[in-house]
């Protein structure tokens, strides 16, 4: 129902674009997340994206990420610059307030 695609790895200071598709009836007006999962941590919010394109970002990748929805693809991106190693992760998006099973993600490596 939910599939992130988009990650890879690129070497700090470099910039990747995330993508999640998502069936019309999830995507709609609903709310969206993008959480992520480091290795032995567990997951953490990075950014969300309401019906009305209002955004909020975890501290940690704030002025760094960008998060943006497109309603006519049923797509939600984040734009994530000046990444970081410890931006390191898979990469996870799901609705919100109520959230759908996880899918697999998808994996970003930063090297150093």
């Known amino acids: 129902q939910l599939q992130a695609s988009g990650g890879g790895l690129v070497q700090a200071g470099g910039s990747l674009r995330l993508s999640c598709v998502a069936s019309g009836s999830i995507f709609g007006d609903n709310s969206m997340d993008w959480y992520r999962q480091a290795p032995g941590k567990q997951r953490e919010f990075v950014a969300r994206i309401f019906s009305e394109r209002i955004t909020s970002y975890a501290d940690s990748v704030k002025g760094r990420f960008t998060i943006s929805r497109d309603n006519a693809k049923n797509t939600m991106y984040l734009q994530m610059n000046s990444l970081k190693p410890e931006d390191t992760a898979v990469y996870f998006c799901?609705?919100?307030?109520?959230?759908?099973?996880w899918g697999q993600g998808t994996l970003v490596t930063v090297s150093s």
């Open positions: 799901n609705t919100w307030p109520t959230q759908l099973e």
